[in-house]
């Protein structure tokens, strides 16, 4: 016999930590974070008025790189990781290249989730954590078959890694996840005492 795997999923996953002026950059960010979760009138609003509950600049702000060195240096860094990334998952990009569309920074508060979703008209997404303290909420990625499976019976509960229908990977503090855009993830419900921060953003070929 033998057993073909086909359609992979995969998720990147790469820490800054040994990156040149890591704790500068990510101090700079975590200020600045705070600093737009003060002063972004329309984004708290927005918040407010669909439940986030926390601050997110996904909705009214899509200038952050240019508002502060720590966004572009940080756009910098992740774009290089996507190019990585695409070349991994053997993209055709003759011609054309990974581009950061957009950036956006995210403050759960304690009780705080972010409901399952996708990133449409995007490449790739990602986030980066500036904050994760301990107890915080994981991120959770749903087998993008899910919806199709009919009767298929569930997995066994200690099976691989690849058979799972959902996969949590809990991340630290300097850590980036990327994936594929139409892949469905979520944040449960964050259970830590502190805030969890991170910045999200989505590629596109250019």
């Not at 407010?48 to 756009?75: I, Q």
């Amino acid at each position: 016999m033998s057993v073909s795997r086909l359609f992979s999923t995969d998720v990147y996953a790469a820490s800054l930590v040994d990156s040149r002026g890591f704790e500068d950059l990510n101090a700079d960010l975590a200020q600045m974070v705070a600093a737009l979760a003060s002063d972004d009138a329309a984004g708290v609003q927005w918040c407010k008025e669909n439940g986030y509950d926390g601050y997110t600049s996904y909705s009214s702000l899509d200038d952050l790189t240019r508002r502060a060195t720590c966004f572009r240096d940080l756009g910098r860094l992740v774009t290089k990781h996507a190019g990585d990334f695409a070349s991994y998952l053997e993209m055709d990009t003759v011609g054309r290249r990974i581009t950061l569309d957009s950036m956006w920074v995210n403050l759960l508060r304690p009780g705080g989730r972010h409901p399952a979703h996708i990133h449409p008209h995007s490449v790739l997404s990602g986030t980066y954590y500036v904050s994760v303290p301990r107890g915080s909420a994981a991120i959770r990625f749903e087998d993008p078959r899910l919806g199709l499976m009919m009767a298929a019976p569930s997995p066994i509960p200690d099976c691989r890694l690849d058979r799972q229908r959902f996969v949590s990977l809990e991340p630290r503090v300097g850590d980036l996840f990327l994936w594929e855009s139409w892949l469905r993830h979520e944040v449960p419900v964050h259970k830590a005492r502190a805030e969890r921060i991170s910045v999200s953003f989505n590629f596109r070929l250019s």
